[in-house]
């Protein structure tokens, strides 16, 4: 089984700071992970993700995030936030092989102020 | 782009109701969600259908079932509401396994058990 740990329920910002995102995993197989976005009042949405190769992934909105396996780790970053970055952030991951069901850590909202 | 359409963006109703949650994607996908999401809980799968009228269980599909008739639908039904259900669902699509397919989601049913 897996299961994700997102340490910090809320992260406070100036606008054009940069900001991490922690995500840790835990998994007894190879796994794919998952970032998700969630802006007010909609679903989520795909930001990156990680099947293989290159630990560091790009994703959209100028966001990346590093896969460590060492560290069995997938923190988000991005170099300077916007005011629309506000926003909940799911990480997720799933078994790279099977059926491949999501398992979501409990999300980080991302607060960026001016 | 993927549509997720969820029949319903705010729900109110009544201890003991049966209450049905629909879902349609436009983008042929075999595979189909539904999730509850919880402040400080993240998203928890209830069900899920990788084919027409194929289900299984996930993690919290106790007082819940689905149905899936067709492909492009997938129902959510709480036999019995209860107050305990008073949660955002959300519906999701994804192709077949292969590489990991992303999950594209719905915006959500805010569904308020009285």
């Known amino acids: 089984a897996q299961s994700v740990t997102q340490l910090d329920s809320q992260v406070p910002v100036f606008e054009e700071a940069p900001v991490e995102l922690r995500c840790n995993y835990s998994?007894?197989?190879?796994?794919?992970l998952f970032w998700y976005v969630q802006y007010p009042n909609q679903g989520l949405q795909l930001l990156l993700k990680?099947?293989?190769?290159?630990?560091l992934v790009k994703g959209i909105n100028g966001f990346e995030a590093e896969f460590n396996k060492s560290q069995t780790s997938f923190h988000l970053r991005k170099p300077s936030v916007h005011i629309s970055d506000t926003a909940e952030y799911f990480c997720?991951?799933?078994?790279?092989?099977?059926?491949?069901?999501?398992?979501f850590g409990t999300g980080t909202r991302l607060l960026v102020s001016p | 782009d993927v549509k997720v359409t969820q029949s319903s963006r705010y729900l109110v109703k009544r201890t003991g109701e049966k209450v049905f949650l629909e879902c349609v994607q436009d983008?042929?996908?075999?595979?189909m969600f539904w999730y509850r999401q919880d402040p400080g809980l993240g998203l928890r799968l209830i069900y899920f259908?990788?084919?027409?009228?194929?289900?299984e269980k996930g993690d919290i599909p106790e007082g819940y079932s689905v149905s899936r008739e067709k492909k492009e639908r997938f129902s959510l039904i709480l036999e019995s509401a209860s107050t305990n259900q008073t949660s955002m669902y959300l519906c999701?699509?994804?192709?077949?396994?292969?590489?990991?397919?992303?999950?594209?989601f719905g915006d959500g049913t805010r569904l308020s058990i009285l």
């Open positions: 990680y099947l293989s190769g290159s630990t």
């Open positions: 999701a699509s994804s192709l077949r396994q292969g590489v990991s397919q992303p999950q594209h």
């Open positions: 998994s007894s197989v190879s796994v794919y």
């Open positions: 259908s990788y084919d027409v009228k194929m289900k």
């Open positions: 997720a991951v799933s078994p790279n092989t099977g059926f491949q069901k999501l398992v």
């Open positions: 983008m042929d996908h075999e595979n």
